[in-house]
């Protein structure tokens, strides 16, 4: 493995976290009013993939099982954002979440029928993505 | 991927075809006067709903590679893979937003085209609010 996971140690996380200092350095001299969005960010991107990841590595361990609740967690948190957007609509959070069902269901549907992607990983090796 | 992008999609198709049916109100409502049914009268601004929300994922999938370097890819050719097993995951995943945003703006565009009219063909309430 030449990768580059393990040359990052939390110290460079926290380092590397001089660009968001920077950042809301820029948003207070300019007064966009962003700081406290950008500390949110960046801490939800803190949190939300320390989570993720954890649990993707368990669920691709052979934990395939598990998929569809990915899935659902995914699909819903993206309808409550898209279905916000569209608040002047009514049932906007419906139309949301069946379009973006549909074009997770279509896509996936094509790609499994077709047999470009295999629907069960393969376990032993992981070899691919 | 395929979630978020349609997500982005589905944003954009509603808000645009609600926003385009506020502002071109009287249009849309001379168009169901003259006895055109709702899909009918809101045709063109849906057609530019849906065409607009596609937009995005169309110019990303022309420029992939040139302004932004894939992170699978990238992640992949890292770890050590051979570029052509990279290369190839990479094109399944856009062709498969492409095709996802397609599906993701015609439910989004039909549905909301769905909930801005009555059943008797007449614009919502709160549409008509709107001055125009």
């Not at chain 1, 996971?5 to 948003?27: P, R, T």
């Not at chain 1, 948190?77 to 916000?84: D, P, Q, Y």
């Not at chain 1, 896509?107 to 070899?127: C, D, N």
């Amino acid at each position: 493995m030449n990768d580059l996971s393990g040359q990052i140690s939390w110290a460079d996380v926290s380092l590397a976290l001089l660009l968001v200092a920077v950042a809301m350095v820029i948003s207070r001299v300019r007064r966009t009013g962003l700081e406290g969005d950008i500390a949110v960010a960046s801490f939800r991107s803190f949190a939300q993939l320390l989570a993720v990841g954890f649990v993707l590595d368990f669920v691709f361990d052979g934990n395939s099982a598990l998929t569809p609740v990915v899935l659902l967690v995914m699909i819903g948190t993206a309808t409550l954002t898209s279905g916000g957007r569209g608040k002047r609509i009514p049932g906007a959070y419906w139309i949301a979440a069946l379009s973006v069902s549909a074009a997770a269901g279509g896509t996936l549907g094509v790609l499994l029928a077709l047999g470009i992607v295999p629907a069960v990983p393969a376990p032993p090796s992981r070899s691919g993505p | 991927m395929i979630i978020s992008n349609a997500m982005n999609t589905a944003s954009l198709v509603m808000s645009r075809l609600r926003d385009d049916l506020g502002a071109h109100r009287r249009e849309v409502e001379a168009h169901l006067s003259l006895g055109e049914t709702a899909t009918e009268a809101s045709a063109s601004w849906h057609r530019s709903a849906v065409r607009n929300g596609m937009l995005p994922i169309i110019d990303q999938t022309k420029v992939v590679g040139l302004v932004a370097l894939p992170g699978a890819m990238t992640g992949m050719l890292l770890a050590g893979a051979s570029a052509s097993s990279a290369i190839r995951l990479q094109l399944v995943v856009m062709y498969m937003l492409v095709g996802g945003g397609a599906f993701a703006a015609l439910v989004a565009g039909r549905l909301t085209v769905g909930r801005l009219f009555t059943p008797d063909h007449q614009l919502i309430r709160s549409v008509r609010r709107v001055a125009g």
